[in-house]
């Protein structure tokens, strides 16, 4: 880091004037990416708030600013303007650090338009948020690029968002052609506060209907708004307590707990299990039963089942279904631990194929012992792979490196070399077999019955349910 | 265990700087937004207090925030916790001994001494000096005008001409300072809180009692032109060209040469590399110490009691003795800490957000302020000072000559051996003509704009009867520092534009007192060793305590006096400076292909397209 460090021509100044090879004026890295233009937005939101809430406070506000006399309405609106901005660019910085691209452009949107007020009343309080959003908009456009999450709305939601807006568009506009038959609605702004104030339950009863034909008009609109405005709270707030309280106890609730079939169950989590997940996770139905509640909720974050239990536990493989599952990995880091998964396991399934982790190579017997079809010796692994690479380091063309051949097994072209070389396979069994059989993929065992002969399971309706399951899933968890 | 000692040690004085910065800045913020609702609880002296504390721990807190670079080097923590490791005293003596005991010892000697003298007998202290002071302004006064005007011509002569196409450290030497922080690092080193104040006084003081050399009636038409020529002649291209003419022959030894980071390598042509251990170059790196504390610290002092009798004029708040030592006392831990913590972090960083709050102040001021008046006689001033420059440099009969334009070209090159050393310092991988043109070119645009809209402004308010700063000027005795609050408080947005005056003269202190600490420590440290921490503490302290010492004893016009004189020697020493680089030049790089920049343009002529502009001077960057 030091300019020049080492050199022996390294004169003392040289020390203190260079201590890094550039020195801009402002370290743009530490501001770009999307976390301080959240930030910024935040901000924004609070000084408007502040500043809101100091125009309520003045007993007379003047509107003496340059643009004050010219946009309609000045008067009404500049003394809620900065509360009234403040809620939806919460809901918008809320949306940022989320990074969807809507609250992004919501943001893009509102932000500018709130640089409007200080011409409109030029009082002096509000030119600091002013220059804030000066400061604000040029980031939000450099950083464009960090917000490109869709906002992914349940159809539930969309439905529910777009039945109200039907309903209050509905209202307003017949409200308005019945303005006749109504006593004290004149106009749209009538017609709409209608509306709204019906649809919320509150009703104050300003408003009435006088005839029959605005009677019936304006049950429907109580009818369908209400219905529409009750279902959408429930679709916008519902799946965001579900996630919160999945997250503490594990994503999987009983029932879906119950429909689970056919499926991966591993126990513990341990050093392997991330990379182990992240192979077989495409197509296969996988629950993850630990205790660990940190990686639990990292786990359902990252959109895998998760069942916060203990996994040595009978009561919590029954829940996880270990009787309908395809197989059992046991990966924990404890191999004490993982010996008393198998028992465990075995207790409930005799039947389900287990593979097992072996964390010192002491244990593979015992892990043999006590039930495990499969044990993978994690050092022996790394041990031969280390070797054949060592020894033999130029092999390339299709079989690759030896590393990529002992990893490349677990893909799907596997399931290739498996159906045509099944001695192969047999020979290999004692290196790379292990290392396919813990990843339990749905081609492997489509193309090798022999090392699947426990899980007697129809391999294509499996492959067939996988997709949809999957799916499925993952629109539940999404909140 | 140490890292982790250090960087809890980081942490803890950031978290202190942090959470005072938001703390204060919410009740300052609350009383700026809701006054009916705080205004009668809390006093004009705690609002003081608060923005001050505001200011302050905010710097602070943006010097002592880490670099990137930052995860191995020590830090701050480690002379905390050597201190708490070893005895103080074993750390001073460390320190003690990695200094020049002569360039350490004079002028903390020649300080005491003056100190001293004051406190016995402070009436006869206080006359001899300034009878040495017009005497000897009278005297080198001529030679003043004629170095000044040499400067700016040599200036001249290396922008244009072949000289200029020199690159410092090599041709392929890159620079390490992006073109805005090398330019702010320079403006801000190069100006204090001086051009804050004199922003309005200045032109106010010429618009009352015109210069000589036009002959205008007081308070006329004419005399708008005059002030404002003569404000954007005291602080433009003539003044920094002091700096250009100390800065640009140190660079050019330094980094061309191998002469050490000194103010004495200016001699290296006439002394040779090896022969600057001489007693010459020392006398002349310990005057320039003397210089530096002398200009900075009494500034410190000075501006710090201008500050509080402008906030007092203002605001009503009772003067006491008390708040100049607790405003010295803040600033100095603001600008120690800055310094301590290097040119990446805090200097870096305070300069560029003073030269953005500049900007900011410059463009509200004529956004709300008589717009048209200012772009007016601004542009007639300008005119007007491109035609007179020349003579004017040259015009030195009478004692307003004496009183202003003298004294302030002795002013500009008692602190140029600092703010040259600085900028010589900063310039490895620029050409140099982009040294100058930074330094003399884009500095005196940036104070000339000032200048012009800040003066322009005071004078449209003076002459339109919406402020009497020439009234307040007078009611306190002839103080430039109450003249900036009449006006602006009589503007829209007037106390968001005290707020930022304030704050503008607390950075632009901070900025050239933390460099000014860093030079000095350099220029008192042994040839061979880089200043420590210690030693930057050590120094930053004298100028604190040389600040505080002018507060308490008083006596600070007659100090500042005394430093303003080494300016004389000084454009002696420019002058001489000026002769070696251009005999070192003609020996050394003729014939080495350089080209001015008349002979660049007009070889890229036919090979470029029409629509292309010439390049400018700042090739690199």
């Not at chain 1, 009435?208 to 279902?231: D, K, N």
């Not at chain 1, 909720?297 to 996994?311: F, K, M, N, Q, Y």
């Not at chain 2, 050409?431 to 402004?457: C, D, E, P, Q, Y």
């Not at chain 2, 002769?579 to 350089?594: K, N, P």
Request: charged share 15%; hydrophobic share 50%.
């Amino acid at each position: 880091m030091v300019d020049s460090q080492g050199q022996p021509d390294e004169r003392p100044f040289e020390r203190m004037f260079y201590p890094v090879e550039r020195i801009p004026f402002v370290e743009w890295r530490e501001f770009s990416g999307a976390k301080p233009t959240v930030t910024l937005v935040a901000a924004v939101t609070v000084l408007a708030f502040v500043t809101g809430l100091s125009n309520l406070s003045q007993p007379q506000l003047v509107v003496d600013g340059p643009l004050g006399g010219i946009v309609p309405g000045t008067r009404i609106f500049v003394r809620f303007a900065g509360v009234l901005f403040a809620f939806p660019l919460a809901l918008v910085t809320f949306g940022l650090s989320r990074r969807r691209r809507i609250a992004w452009l919501a943001a893009l949107v509102l932000v500018p338009l709130l640089a409007v007020f200080p011409f409109l009343t030029g009082r002096p309080t509000e030119i600091p948020l002013f220059f804030l959003i000066v400061v604000t908009v040029p980031f939000l456009i450099a950083n464009r690029g960090e917000f490109d999450t869709a906002l992914a709305l349940s159809s539930l939601q969309v439905a529910s968002l777009t039945s109200i807006l039907g309903v209050v568009v509905y209202g307003t506009i017949g409200s308005y052609g019945l303005r006749e038959q109504f006593i004290e609605l004149h106009n749209w702004g009538d017609a709409f506060y209608y509306v709204i104030v019906t649809i919320a339950t509150v009703g104050y009863g300003d408003i009435t209907p006088r005839t029959v034909e605005a009677e019936l008009f304006s049950l429907s609109v109580i009818l369908l708004g209400t219905g529409a405005f009750t279902v959408a709270v429930g679709a916008l707030v519902g799946p965001a307590i579900e996630s919160r309280m999945a997250s503490a106890f594990g994503t999987m609730t009983a029932s879906e707990l119950a429909l689970l079939e056919d499926h991966v169950v591993v126990l513990g989590y341990g050093d392997v299990t991330e990379s182990f997940l992240d192979q077989v996770a495409d197509g296969t139905d996988l629950v993850v039963v630990t205790t660990d509640t940190d990686a639990a909720a990292r786990l359902s974050d990252a959109g895998i089942e998760v069942l916060t239990d203990d996994p040595t536990d009978e009561s919590a493989l029954v829940d996880a279904r270990v009787d309908a599952a395809r197989g059992v990995a046991v990966a924990s880091d404890d191999d004490a631990a993982n010996v008393l998964a198998v028992l465990a396991t075995r207790n409930v399934n005799s039947d389900v194929r287990i593979v097992a982790v072996a964390n010192g190579d002491t244990h593979v017997d015992k892990l043999g012992t006590v039930g495990a079809d499969e044990v993978i010796d994690l050092r022996s692994i790394g041990g031969r792979l280390l070797g054949a690479t060592v020894l033999d380091p130029d092999r390339d063309g299709d079989a690759g490196s030896p590393l990529e051949g002992l990893l490349g097994r677990t893909d799907g072209d596997f399931a290739g070399v498996a159906t045509a070389d099944p001695d192969s396979e047999t020979s290999a069994a004692g290196t790379d077999g292990e290392t396919s059989a813990a990843g339990t993929d749905g081609e492997t065992s489509a193309a090798d019955p022999d090392s699947e002969t426990s899980a007697a399971d129809p391999d294509g309706e499996t492959s067939a349910a996988d997709p949809d399951s999957e799916t499925s899933a993952a629109g539940d968890t999404e909140p | 265990m140490s890292t982790v000692d250090i960087s809890d040690g980081r942490k803890t004085v950031a978290g202190a700087f942090l959470s005072t910065f938001v703390g204060s800045g919410a009740v300052v913020l609350v009383g700026f937004f809701f006054p009916a609702l705080v205004g009668g609880v809390i006093g004009g002296q705690t609002w003081l207090v608060l923005a001050l504390l505001f200011f302050g721990s905010g710097l602070g807190y943006i010097a002592v925030l880490p670099h990137d670079s930052d995860g191995t080097t020590e830090s701050t923590g480690s002379a905390l916790l050597a201190v708490r490791r070893g005895s103080v005293r074993s750390l001073l003596g460390d320190v003690v001994a990695a200094h020049d005991p002569a360039i350490l010892g004079l002028p903390i000697a020649v300080f005491a001494g003056y100190f001293a003298l004051q406190l016995a007998f402070p009436a006869t202290t206080t006359a001899a000096i300034n009878g040495l002071t017009d005497g000897i302004l009278r005297g080198m006064g001529p030679m003043l005008l004629g170095v000044s005007l040499l400067s700016v011509l040599y200036c001249g002569a290396l922008l244009f001409g072949p000289w200029g196409d020199i690159k410092l450290g090599g041709e392929d030497a890159t620079p390490a300072y992006t073109y805005p922080t090398y330019f702010s690092l320079v403006f801000t080193a190069g100006i204090a809180a001086g051009i804050v104040f004199w922003g309005p006084a200045e032109a106010l003081f010429h618009y009352q009692q015109p210069p000589p050399y036009f002959d205008a009636p007081a308070g006329s038409s004419a005399a708008v032109n005059a002030a404002l020529v003569y404000s954007l002649f005291h602080w433009g291209v003539s003044a920094w060209a002091a700096y250009a003419a100390i800065g640009i022959p140190i660079a050019y030894f330094v980094f061309q040469r191998g002469a050490p980071l000194r103010v004495s390598s200016i001699l290296t042509p006439f002394l040779g590399v090896d022969g600057l251990a001489s007693p010459w170059s020392r006398l002349v790196d310990t005057l320039a110490v003397f210089a530096t504390i002398g200009g900075i610290a009494t500034s410190l002092g000075l501006i710090s009691q201008q500050f509080l009798a402008g906030v007092a004029f203002q605001w009503d708040v009772p003067p006491s003795d008390i708040g100049p030592v607790l405003l010295v006392g803040g600033l100095a831990t603001v600008f120690v800490l800055s310094a301590v913590s290097g040119l990446h972090r805090g200097i870096r960083r305070i300069s560029g957000l003073t030269v953005v709050l500049f900007g900011l102040f410059a463009l509200l001021l004529l956004t709300v302020g008589p717009r048209g008046f200012v772009v007016d006689r601004g542009t007639d001033a300008l005119g007007s000072y491109a035609v007179h420059v020349l003579p004017m440099s040259l015009f030195s009969s009478g004692s307003w000559v004496t009183e202003w334009t003298v004294w302030n070209w002795a002013w500009w090159f008692s602190w140029a051996p600092f703010a040259g050393t600085f900028i010589a310092a900063l310039s490895r991988g620029r050409r140099i003509r982009t040294v100058v043109f930074t330094s003399v070119v884009a500095t005196s645009a940036a104070t000339g704009a000032w200048f012009l809209i800040f003066g322009g402004t005071a004078l449209s308010l003076q002459r339109g009867g919406g402020a009497d700063a020439l009234g307040a000027i007078t009611e306190r005795g002839g103080s430039e520092a109450v003249a900036g609050f009449p006006l602006l408080s009589s503007l829209p947005l007037g106390e968001l534009l005290a707020f930022l005056f304030l704050s503008l003269i607390v950075v632009f202190m901070v900025t050239s007192a933390d460099t000014s600490t860093l030079v000095t420590a350099i220029l008192a440290s042994r040839r061979e060793v880089a200043p420590s921490r210690g030693s930057i503490v050590l120094w930053g302290g004298f100028q604190a305590a040389v600040a505080l010492s002018v507060l308490l004893a008083g006596g600070g016009e007659t100090l500042q006096a005394l430093a303003v004189l080494t300016g004389a020697p000084f454009a002696v020493l420019a002058v001489l400076a000026l002769i070696g680089l251009s005999l070192a030049l003609y020996r050394e790089e003729r014939g080495r292909g350089h080209a001015s920049i008349v002979r660049q343009a007009l070889d890229r002529l036919p090979t470029i397209q029409a629509h292309h502009d010439v390049d400018p001077p700042d090739r690199e960057s």
